[in-house]
């Protein structure tokens, strides 16, 4: 016997923090414990704040040299911090050379993930929407869109659901999946809005010199735009008027201003029909016909 002191497993595999451990009087086992513990969480420390530092600067200056805004930024930027954490912790599962941890947890990992897929379908289905809706922009935070008898002004959108807020103030959360399920009106994507207004005149009114009115009056309107200039056409012979429809244009419209707007323009309009004796007719109704009573041969009238 050459009198070396065999070592054990534990011993054997101590690295430099498991060494100053075992000088402190901890057992072999427990030092590789906390040697492993401490590893992993000064990895994770330095590479999650590395990643903080380094990585996320640069996302934000790749963003701001392409002009991204921040409905298009929110989800990179998400994306981009889950990537840090998750190299982190790959790195610190590495470095504290958790290797068959890693491996019994990844089958359980995968039959967990395969249960929770089917009991959040729903969820799954409304983060795959909000990345539909981030990548095609249908719509935008601060635009007035309208769906499925709904309509508001978009206020947040995340990757699960959207936030509307309705023209009567209330706050309409929305799966994702709803609004890229169906038809979604979003009538300010242009940043103008085509308003059409129908004026009905008497058929004894002159045509023209009421198109000529329904064309100054939106002239005059200083919110109303110039360009496209506009117009208004004779659309229907109804049964107690005749109908002209104008067409006129908003810039950067909000629901609001749209029914302001249309609200003054339509008063404008009909100011200047009374001042020039045009008339809006209401409908009028001639009924026809006898009154027979069963059973009477005459109605007797009121006593002399």
């Known amino acids: 016997m050459n009198g070396a002191v065999s070592q054990t497993p534990a011993e054997a595999g101590l690295g430099p923090v498991g060494e100053s451990l075992r000088a402190v009087g901890l057992g072999p086992a427990t030092a590789s414990t906390l040697e492993g513990a401490i590893v992993f969480v000064v990895a994770f420390v330095v590479i999650y704040l590395l990643g903080r530092t380094v990585a996320l600067s640069l996302l934000d200056r790749a963003l701001d040299r392409r002009g991204l805004d921040d409905h298009a930024r929110r989800p990179l930027v998400l994306v981009g911090r889950f990537l ?117 005149i008497g058929y004894d009114d002159d045509i023209e010199l009421a198109s000529e009115i329904i064309v100054e009056e939106a002239e005059r309107h200083p919110e109303i735009m110039a360009e496209p200039a506009p117009s208004v056409r004779l659309t229907e012979l109804n049964d107690s008027d005749v109908g002209l429809q104008s067409r006129i244009w908003i810039a950067d419209p909000s629901r609001a201003d749209f029914v302001r707007i249309r609200g003054e323009y339509a008063t404008a309009v009909k100011r200047r029909f009374d001042e020039e004796g045009i008339d809006i007719p209401y409908p009028i109704r001639t009924l026809e016909g006898g009154l027979e009573l069963a059973g009477d041969r005459s109605v007797v009238g009121p006593a002399e």
């Open 84 to 200: 840090v954490v998750f190299v982190a912790v790959g790195v610190a599962f590495g470095a504290a050379d958790y290797g068959n941890f890693l491996v019994s947890m990844a089958g359980i990992a995968a039959a967990g993930a395969l249960a929770i897929g089917f009991a959040t379908q729903n969820v799954i289905a409304n983060f795959v929407a909000g990345v539909f809706i981030y990548a095609d922009e249908p719509f935008r935070i601060g635009d007035w869109i309208e769906w499925d008898g709904h309509s508001g002004v978009v206020e947040d959108i995340s990757l699960r659901v959207t936030r509307v807020r309705t023209f009567d103030n209330e706050l309409l959360t929305v799966p994702n999946s709803e609004l890229t399920g169906g038809v979604v009106k979003n009538p300010v994507e242009g940043e103008k809005l085509r308003v059409k207004f129908a004026f009905g």
